[in-house]
Nanobody, 131 residues
Framework: EVQLVESGGGLVQAGGSLRLSCAAS????????IGWFRQAPGKEREGVSC????????YYTDSVKGRFTISSDNAKNTVYLQMNSLKPEDTAVYYC????????????????????????WGQGTQVTVSS
């Protein structure tokens, strides 16, 4: 059974930090890039960050560059998203996602980080940043 289990969300004041975790099981970890998407009320789901579990290359959307850091522990099949200097506009449900990279090819990370390319989704974890 494929599972992506997120943890680490919560309520934090602006300027604070949170670390999200995504534990993956039930599929070949190296065959997928693991990313984080978020969806705020009334908005579309957007790609936030992604890591290639094979070579460790990373992607960040412009609004989180310099504040968020993605990393992976391949021995534990777990990906982390360290979020610092949080802002109220970071408030959203954050979803872990597995994107196939062996069976599919993409032009770049911008093209890859689209919801329709996701193979598996986690259940989501709420992040709320108060002002």
């Amino acid at each position: 059974e494929v599972q992506l289990v997120e943890s680490g969300g919560g309520l934090v004041q602006a300027g604070g930090s949170l670390r999200l975790s995504c534990a993956a099981s039930g599929f070949t970890f190296d065959d997928y890039a693991i990313g984080w998407f978020r969806q705020a009320p009334g908005k579309e789901r957007e790609g936030v960050s992604c890591i290639s579990t094979g070579d460790g290359s990373t992607y960040y959307t412009d609004s989180v560059k310099g504040r968020f850091t993605i990393s992976s522990d391949n021995a534990k099949n777990t990906v982390y998203l360290q979020m610092n200097s949080l802002k109220p506009e970071d408030t959203a449900v954050y979803y872990c996602a597995a994107i196939p990279v062996i069976s599919q090819s993409y032009g770049d990370y911008e093209e890859m980080m689209r919801a329709q390319n996701v193979g598996f989704w986690g259940q989501g974890t709420q992040v709320t940043v108060s002002s």
